[in-house]
């Protein structure tokens, strides 16, 4: 039987803040929880995928595409629920 965990949304910011940086060429510093990735960092689909892989390596964990919806990407906060949840 698998157990679910549960992942803090707040120690996940960090990471997907990182992440974001990384991919997209950006100063970590200017990366908040509230900043919004499509109109704030112009993510579009293929940095998307970059960022998802790169979550994936970085928290051991593997998303399913089926559960992710638009609403996940509105911003680093949004994002982190979702990834918590995945966790």
């Known amino acids: 039987m698998s157990e679910t965990r ?3 949304p ?3 910011v960090p990471v997907i803040v990182a992440a ?3 991919v997209l060429k950006r100063d970590s510093a200017s990366i908040t929880e ?3 990735l499509f109109d704030d960092l112009g993510l579009d689909s293929t940095s998307v995928l970059e ?3 790169r979550l994936e390596d970085e928290i051991d964990v593997e998303f399913d595409t089926d559960t992710l919806e638009q609403r996940h990407f509105e911003s ?3 994002l982190a629920d979702y990834v918590s949840e995945q966790a």
């Open 34 to 36: 509230s900043t919004r």
């Open 6 to 8: 549960v992942v803090d």
């Open 10 to 12: 707040q120690k996940i």
């Open 76 to 78: 680093v906060a949004t």
């Open 20 to 22: 974001l940086a990384d």
């Open 51 to 53: 960022l998802l892989m």
